[in-house]
């Protein structure tokens, strides 16, 4: 059994072909499927998808960074009324993003903490968007950090110390098919983080693995990413499924 802990796979990218590609997962191995929400657009797509295949998708709900506009007490207003209404497997996909625009910086990091103070509020884990931004939202982590606070730095890419860092604060790293690419280095920091700490995601339709790099991703390709760790950790295939979606069921089904 795999898990992709981080897809996107309810976006217009699907709409012409949605059934295949998560056939083509399910072929693959793939038995669960991790909603992260955007923001108000996205909302209906995404619940949409979950009742249709219950137990299979599993929505969360939050405020992406990158959606953090002038409206966003608006959009947080809208989360938090989700939040009241039912359960969500996590807040996510939440964080701090400074490549596409840091103008926006304090109010990202405002959102952030609201939505921290609520995912610990019900006790529910944070999925974390971090782009350019690791060590400001490990900052934010270590202020706000108590024994509710966890989670998974989604798409994580960086150096065997921020890795350390990231896991000390009892969070899992979300790997995808950036290990399998091979300027990224990920692949020898790979080599000193234990399996334990991993789970596995493909972040579709974005961020595809290689041989499939450009083109769009979807969550069958988790299995490239299982694959690619198999080899850097010198394990077997099903020893790094059986392992990283035991760390995703512990994270998400507390």
């Known amino acids: 059994m795999l ?7 309810y976006l217009d990218q ?3 072909d949605r059934a295949e590609m998560m056939q083509r997962a399910k072929d693959n191995g793939v038995e669960k499927f991790y909603l ?9 797509a995404m619940l949409n998808l979950e009742k249709l295949h219950p137990g299979t998708c599993v929505a ?8 953090v ?3 966003y007490k608006e959009e947080l207003a809208i989360v938090k009324s ?3 209404k039912r359960v969500f497997c996590a807040i996510g996909e939440i964080g701090i993003d400074l490549h596409w625009d840091t103008s926006t910086f304090e109010i990202q990091k405002e959102a952030f903490r609201t939505q921290i103070k609520w995912a610990k509020e019900l006790d529910v884990p944070v999925v974390i968007h971090s782009r350019k931004s690791t060590k400001e939202v490990i900052d934010v982590l270590r202020e706000e950090k108590d024994d509710r606070l966890r989670g998974i730095f989604h798409c994580f890419g960086g150096s065997v110390e921020e890795a350390k860092s990231i896991i000390d604060l009892g969070f899992y790293l979300g790997i995808g098919g950036v290990v399998t690419f091979k300027k990224a280095g990920l692949d020898k920091t790979m080599e000193d983080v234990p399996l334990e700490n991993v789970v596995l995601e493909t972040d579709s339709p974005y961020l595809s693995p290689s041989p499939y790099r450009g083109k769009r991703n979807e969550s069958g390709y ?6 690619k760790l198999a080899a850097i950790k010198n394990r077997t295939l099903e020893e790094v499924a059986e392992i990283t979606s035991k760390n995703a069921l512990d994270i998400f089904e507390k």
């Not at 898990?3 to 796979?9: E, K, P, S």
């Open 14 to 16: 699907f709409d012409d």
């Open 36 to 44: 992260p929400n955007i923001d108000s657009s996205s909302i209906d």
């Open 3 to 9: 898990v992709d802990t981080h897809t996107h796979i």
């Open 82 to 84: 989700w939040l009241d």
């Open 60 to 67: 969360m709900m939050g405020l992406h960074p990158c959606s």
């Open 222 to 227: 988790v299995k490239l990413v299982a694959e």
């Open 69 to 71: 506009k002038e409206n």
